[in-house]
Every structure is written in structure tokens, then in C-alpha cells.
T-cell receptor, first 114, second 110 residues
């Protein structure tokens, strides 16, 4: 059971480049979400999805796009990377479709934008 | 919106007991969660309290007082491996957004 898998684990981008952070879960979870973590800021919600075909914005959505075409996958797209997007990104999923229960996190993707 | 306050750092001695407090403000309350994160690692779920009182899971216990908008995580018989950051979190009212506190960095010293 792999749980939540994120790729890549590390990435360096130049300002203006685009990229996609991949997230896949094999637990048949309905709820999936993306967080970014910056020093001293805790975890901040970027986007989330309560099921295939449904996405919504979190606290800090600007500069990011998401889609949810399958239950398993929830990719995060940076359309034009900026240095302010340098961060550690975590994907998380939940069994019961609501974040009141246990969130399962991936190991994180560490992104540096130069 | 939601906001949570927790101390930024706590230091405790191996074998001792430490309490990490969390106060929250939210327009609708569904429960308080706690997560642990070791340096360089992913957050992992510790506990969830929806009702007032103390819930115990091994060396860790979590307490909630809804009337005081307050909770705490209690770690007993501290071990060096408990050195980590601990986050409290609350869901938003009527939404699926989980808001985290900024975290408390616990250092366990010999």
C-alpha cells in the first residue's frame, strides 16, 4: 500500500517556467488537497477536491491550477513560476471526504524558483 | 475565517511531561486535530477531538474545551524521538478547508 505518492521530490525552476507537481493515492480517498509549507507559516491550503471533477480554492490559490479527472490523481500546476512559490508542497487525502478525519500526507515536493 | 494560536517553541526534558496549547477562533466548530511533523518529513495525524474532554492514545493525550475554544496536546514520558513540530488544526465552517496553526517546535533534551 503506497499511500500518497508525490513526484518530483525536488525541483528547481527558473522564474516564468511552468511545471506540474504530481500526486496520486491508492486508498480510494474522495478528498484530496494541496498545501504549501513555508518557514514559520505552518501549512496553508492551496486547492482541494471532494471528488473527481470537483475542485475548489483554498487560502492561497493564486498562481496555481488543479484538476481532478480521476479519484486517484490530483496534479498541481504552476503556470508561470515566481520566487514567492519557493516552498515545500504537500499533497494530502482523506477517506471520508471531509478533513475532520485523518489526513494522509505525501512526503512532499521541495520546489525552488530562481 | 479561522485562526489558531500555539506557542512557537517548547523545550522539555526526556522522561518528563509537556503540554502544547492551542486556542482557536472559528465561525463554526467541527473539531480539533493534532499532527506531528519531524524535520524534513510529512505531517502525520495524531488525534481528533470533536467533544469536550481528554482522549488518550498511549503516551499522547489530547484535550478539548469547546466553551473556551481551547485544546492541548499532552505528551508523557518524553522520548528523544518526540522532538518534532506539532500542529493543531480546525476545519472551516461548512467547508472542507482544514486550517493549521503555525506549529510548535518541541525539543526534547537529555
Amino acid at each position: 500500500n503506497a499511500g500518497v505518492t508525490q513526484t518530483p521530490k525536488f525541483q528547481v525552476l527558473k522564474t516564468g517556467q511552468s511545471m506540474t507537481l504530481q500526486c496520486a493515492q491508492d486508498m480510494n480517498h474522495e478528498y484530496m488537497s494541496w498545501y504549501r509549507q513555508d518557514p514559520g507559516m505552518g501549512l496553508r491550503l492551496i486547492h482541494y477536491s471532494v471528488g473527481a471533477g470537483i475542485t475548489d480554492q483554498g487560502e492561497v490559490p493564486n498562481g496555481y491550477n488543479v484538476s481532478r479527472s480521476t479519484t486517484e490523481d490530483f496534479p498541481l500546476r504552476l503556470l508561470s513560476a515566481a520566487p514567492s512559490q519557493t516552498s515545500v508542497y504537500f499533497c494530502a487525502s482523506s477517506y471520508d471526504g471531509q478533513p475532520t478525519g485523518e489526513l494522509f500526507f505525501g512526503e512532499g515536493s521541495r520546489l525552488t524558483v530562481l | 475565517g479561522q485562526s489558531l494560536e500555539q506557542p512557537s517553541e517548547v523545550t522539555a526534558v526526556e522522561g518528563a511531561i509537556v503540554q502544547i496549547n492551542c486556542t482557536y477562533q472559528t465561525s463554526g466548530f467541527y473539531g480539533l486535530s493534532w499532527y506531528q511533523q519531524h524535520d524534513g518529513g510529512a505531517p502525520t495525524f495524531l488525534s481528533y477531538n470533536a467533544l469536550d474532554g481528554l482522549e488518550e492514545t498511549g503516551r499522547f493525550s489530547s484535550f478539548l474545551s469547546r466553551s473556551d475554544s481551547y485544546g492541548y496536546l499532552l505528551l508523557q514520558e518524553l522520548q528523544m524521538k518526540d522532538s518534532a513540530s506539532y500542529f493543531c488544526a480546525v476545519p472551516g465552517a461548512g467547508s472542507y478547508q482544514l486550517t493549521f496553526g503555525k506549529g510548535t517546535k518541541l525539543s526534547v533534551i537529555p
